[in-house]
């Protein structure tokens, strides 16, 4: 369950059919790593249902590989 300033978002919520819960979601994103990247940490996200064919670290930190 996603707590937001609306109420609550739950898990059975299809956030792309309410344009307005789909854009706070984003919002939401925004929030939780906002903090982070202020801490200095570097920051990959990624859609759950998103596949790498191939490792990305040699594109995202060429210098490390």
Not at 9 to 25: G, I
Not at 47 to 55: G, K, L, M, Q, T
């Amino acid at each position: 369950v996603l707590a937001s300033q609306g109420g609550l978002m739950t898990h059975t919520d299809y956030f792309r059919a309410d344009e307005k819960k789909f854009v706070r979601m984003g919002e939401m994103k925004l929030d939780l790593l906002r903090p982070l990247l202020q801490a200095g940490y570097h920051v990959v996200i990624s859609d759950a249902d998103v596949v790498f064919i191939s490792d990305p670290w040699p594109y995202l930190l060429p210098g490390l590989s």
